[in-house]
């Protein structure tokens, strides 16, 4: 928010973590260090080089879907076939230089001549072949087809022939959907999605040229159906992890016989479903990556749960830490998302234009959407010049954008078994428990100007974590034994961590363990169960204030001998030499009782340890949420101060200058890339972007690898050549104005 403090100006890098994986570990290549200055007079932080560069790879060898680099959609309604203009429609996503168009096949109303049973004909259909003329348009103008279908819902028809397709509540009765009654909810556990979904692909590939298939509405995203049908009712209780396990079954088992369907006509073709969710996702997502030829995250726009600006930058971290280099894209709603919203009706282009952003950058394809083509193309076409403009500057840089890695050396674990099936302490009763822990830890590591990705959970091996100089696991509550056991063979091969909270207190079946399970590995032991607020939550004690110096995450904080803990806490077995201890919490009012009957405890507030290369840092409260909740900037140095010293200062990327922004880091086919996006704005954490606040000159450093020569350093959007300096393999130059996103592309000999 523009009132907090003057953000920090640290950039982040990546190093090895020990020799024992450095034949995994793409930063093994450490041979000299630059120092630069760090911010707010902290210590200095080490400019490390970036990874050897890594082989070319030839373009013919990758799949078409590869090549996209933009996906356009409007999405048909019933009417459309009476008064679109298909003509119109194709020479507008033609003029955007997009590569792919999504049209509307559907479940519940066809628009084509279908024969499927059940598959109703909309009632401005008349015979037309309406689907069929939008393939042709398409295909004329050499943009690819996908076929988009909707399972979730039917209509009262198949209902009374099928009332086994229907999703049930546990009285019996049918779910049907919250804005059309008319519509039940059909149940994925049913043979709907065997035999009634199947019927309409294969009618689709026996009469048309699509490039393959999608579902929208299926699989659900961020939550787990809650079905009591005959058959739902012989499987867990949705909710539990036995029942996201079956779940995550069901959903790759439809997803790889519906790929196998759309590969009948032709190889090349293949199935993706409706994915996303951010860090919830709802199957498993790195069993999904591990199948999936298309990622569609379908983040739209911000809602007023999920109401922070990174929103779509998040969703591209989650699918780079899943999808190994396979295409990915998030939809960006052109119209007004959220609740109340206007489907047909354009958004902000401010709005519109930094979610097209945070794809680009964070390495999702850029995707247009809009709803409806009343009177030809649109009652309001305001969105269309908005997608134009940013789709032809995206084609004339498409080699920049074309990504081979993240450059990062912060991996922050993303939990998707936490994120959907822990409730949280019982101290708390918040449905959004897991979502403010997450947007805590974003906001921070935004703020840090720190590189970092997103690791799975079930990603935890050398291989993928041999990159990283730390890891991050914010209130990771679910972890398995074999996880545990991942994260210290990383301490032990050199790696860091950073942790809070209920972090390996309960196993992946969500049973709660006797102690945690990385306590010998963290030096940490549960005295009790948590312990919530109620008047001043708890505060920490800086032990010795005045003995100098002070340890390095106590950096900045003077004439203090307290800081503020966080909303809850385990509470602790003692430790030897605590850096800060608990003050436990207090009447807040009246404020005559506004102080500690207990003052002093040897409870500790963090727990810090060092081995060889590795540092440890757990806080035993729930540091990254209250963060969120509050804002207050001691809780923001405290975890700023934190992720410097357990990374040891070591940054590849230094970029320096004022504002809020978000920073990415890609090796390209061309170089490198460096994205900056400007989030300074009163609307960053709330409503939409309604105007741009520039950002002055911002200083970017990076060590390049040996034998590595720059060639030019353009900005993208302003469309110019920069000067730059380069010393031995150090570059140095400065963007000089960032409006709501800025480029520096790196062209290397």
Known sequence: MLNRRTFLKAGAGAVPVAAAIDALNPFSTLSAEETVAAPSGGPQAKLAPLPQRMPAIDPATLSWQQRIRRVGQSNMTEHDPAVMNIEEWADYWHSAEVDIVFISVTGILAFYPSKVKFHRHGKFLNGRDFFGECVAAAKKRNMRVVARMSPDLNWGDALEAHPEWAMRNKDGSVQFSGEEPRLFKTCMFSTYMDDYIPAIMREINSLYDVDCFYTNGWPPLGTLPDCHCAICSTLPASGTPAYWHAFTDRVLDLWQRYDAIAKEKKQESFFFANSGGNVRGGPNLDRLGKVAAWFQADNQGRTYEDAAVWGCSLQGRVCQAVLDGKFATNVTAAYSTGTPGWRNASKNPDEARMWLNESLASGMAPYYHFVGSEKGFGEDRRWQKVGTDYFR??????????????????????????????????????????????????????????????????????????????????????????????????????????????????????????????????????????????????????????????????????????????????????????????????????PELAYPPVSHTDQPAVILRESGRSRMAYFPGDIERTYWLTGHGDLLRLLHNTLSWVTNDERVVHIEGEGFVEMFCWETVPGYSVHILNYTSPDAQHGWMQSTYPLGPQTIRLQLPRDVRVKSVELLRAEQNLTFHLEGQTLQFTVPRVEDYEVAAITIA
């Open 393 to 590: 500057w995206t084609a004339r840089h498409d080699a920049h954008f074309t990504y081979r890695r993240s450059m990062a050396n912060i991996g922050v674990v993303i939990g998707q078994s936490t994120q959907l099936l822990y409730p949280g302490p019982s101290t708390v009763h918040s449905r959004a428990y897991m979502h403010e822990t997450t947007q805590g830890i974003y906001d921070a590591l935004l703020r840090g100007r720190f590189a970092f990705d997103f690791v799975h959970e079930d990603r935890l091996d050398a291989e993928h974590l041999g990159k990283y100089r730390a890891l991050v696991l914010p209130n990771i509550a679910m972890l398995s034994e074999r996880q545990c056991e991942q994260i210290g063979q990383y301490a032990k091969s050199g790696g860091s961590i950073m942790t809070s909270f209920e972090t390996s207190l309960y196993d992946e079946n969500l049973n709660r363990r006797a102690d945690f399970g990385l306590a010998d590995l963290l030096g940490i032991h549960r005295a009790g169960d948590v312990i919530g607020t109620n008047g001043n939550p708890y505060y920490a004690r800086i032990e010795s204030p005045d003995k100098l110096p002070l340890h390095p995450i106590l950096e900045g904080f003077t004439d203090t001998n307290w800081l503020p803990g966080a909303e809850n806490r385990v509470p602790l077995k003692p430790v030897d030499n605590p850096v800060l201890t608990v003050v436990p919490g207090f009447v807040r009012y009246p």
